[in-house]
């Protein structure tokens, strides 16, 4: 699986927010080690930290869960997470973005 994950957030409020999810791999494979996870970003906003913790559930199957600060967001801003060198395993996507007050 490449390219755009799920649709893009449309942001309703200035300021900083937090963007949580996961990445289910149920079959993993090998061409999964060069995947790149990026927050695109449509308007004004900058990612200002990133962190993950990737690991295995069974033999066959792991998860990655993902915590993406961000700031300087406007309400015209538009978020759109993108999985690019994933290799061609299915990948079960989930995320949420939380405004930071």
Do not use: C, K
Not at 70 to 78: E, F, K, R, V
């Amino acid at each position: 699986m490449a390219g755009a994950l799920g649709s893009a957030w449309a942001v309703d409020s200035s300021g900083s927010a937090i963007l949580q999810g996961s990445l289910y791999r149920p079959q993993m494979g090998d061409g999964f080690d060069d995947a790149l996870l990026a927050v695109a970003i449509e308007g004004e906003g900058i990612v200002t930290a990133a962190d993950y913790i990737h690991t295995a559930l069974t033999d066959e199957s792991g998860i990655v869960f993902f915590a993406i600060a961000l700031d300087g967001l406007t309400a015209q801003s538009q978020l759109r997470l993108d999985l690019t060198d994933a290799g061609d395993e299915p990948v079960v996507f989930q995320a949420a973005l939380y405004r930071e007050s």
